[in-house]
Nanobody, 123 residues
C-alpha cells in the first residue's frame, strides 16, 4: 500500500509563506493524481488543490492565486507552495493519492492519505 508523509507545516504570521511536501512510497507515483486537503477545528475536511498525472492543476476558490501545487516524479514528491497566508488557512493539511483517474475535489476519489501536517497562521 502507498505510504504518504507530509512535512513543512509550522507556525507563521499572516502574509508569510510555507511550502508543504508530501513524500510517497511505491513505484507508480507518476501515474497517481495527487491532492491536498485541509481540516480546520470544528470544520469538515475540504479540498485545497489537486494535480493530475499530466500536471494539470486545480484549486479551491479560496486559495487560487495564493497556493500552487506541483510534483517532482523523480523524487516521488508533491509540493504545495502557500503564499500570502491568512489566519483562515490554519488547519491540518493532508496529502492524498488517487491510483486511478484525474485529480478530483472529492475525498472519495483518493485511495491513500497521509497523517497530516499542522499549519497555523497567526494574526
Amino acid at each position: 500500500q502507498v505510504q504518504l508523509v507530509e512535512s513543512g507545516g509550522g507556525l507563521v504570521q499572516a502574509g508569510d509563506s510555507l511550502r508543504l511536501s508530501c513524500a510517497a512510497s511505491g513505484r507508480a507515483f507518476s501515474t497517481y493524481a495527487m491532492g491536498w486537503f485541509r481540516q480546520a477545528p470544528g470544520k469538515e475536511r475540504e479540498f485545497v488543490a489537486g494535480i493530475s498525472r499530466n500536471g494539470s492543476t486545480y484549486y479551491t476558490d479560496s486559495v487560487r492565486g495564493r497556493f500552487s501545487i506541483s510534483r517532482d516524479n523523480a523524487k516521488n514528491t508533491v509540493y504545495q507552495q502557500m503564499n500570502s497566508l491568512k489566519p483562515e488557512d490554519t488547519a491540518v493539511y493532508y496529502c492524498a493519492a488517487a491510483a486511478y483517474g484525474l485529480a478530483s475535489s472529492a475525498r472519495g476519489a483518493y485511495d491513500y492519505w497521509g497523517q497530516g501536517t499542522q499549519v497555523t497562521v497567526s494574526s
